[in-house]
Nanobody
C-alpha cells in the first residue's frame, strides 16, 4: 500500500509563489501516475494537475494552466507542485494522489482514478 505525505503548504501573498511536495513510501507504483487535487472551504474537491510516470505527459486544470507546474523525481518517489502567480482563489487544502494507471484527461481528472491519497496541506493566499 502506498503512503503519501504532503509538505510545503503555508501562507503567501497574492502574486507570490509556493512549492508543495508529496513523498511516497511503501509499495510505490512503478508505472503509475501522480496528481494533485484541492478543496476550498465549502466547495467540492477539484482536479488540479496530473503527471504520468515518465513525467512526459501532464494534464492541467484550466484555472491553473500557465501558473502551476508539476514535476516528479522517481528516484526519490516525490512529486512537486510549483505554484506561481498565486491568487486568493487558489486558497485550499491541496491533496496528493497516486494512481497505478494513466489515461485521458477525462479519466485522470476524476478522483476515482486515484487509489491512494495524502492527508493534505493547507495553502492560503492573502489578498
Amino acid at each position: 500500500q502506498v503512503q503519501l505525505v504532503e509538505s510545503g503548504g503555508g501562507l503567501v501573498q497574492a502574486g507570490g509563489s509556493l512549492r508543495v511536495s508529496c513523498a511516497a513510501s511503501g509499495r510505490t507504483f512503478g508505472s503509475g501516475a501522480m496528481g494533485w487535487f484541492r478543496q476550498a472551504p465549502g466547495k467540492e474537491r477539484e482536479f488540479v494537475v496530473a503527471i504520468n510516470w515518465s513525467g512526459l505527459s501532464t494534464y492541467y486544470a484550466d484555472s491553473v494552466k500557465g501558473r502551476f507546474a508539476i514535476s516528479r523525481d522517481n528516484a526519490k518517489d516525490t512529486v512537486y507542485l510549483q505554484m506561481n502567480s498565486l491568487k486568493p482563489e487558489d486558497t485550499a487544502v491541496y491533496y496528493c494522489a497516486a494512481s497505478p494507471n494513466w489515461g485521458t484527461i477525462s479519466r485522470m481528472s476524476q478522483e476515482s482514478a486515484f487509489s491512494a491519497w495524502g492527508q493534505g496541506t493547507q495553502v492560503t493566499v492573502s489578498s
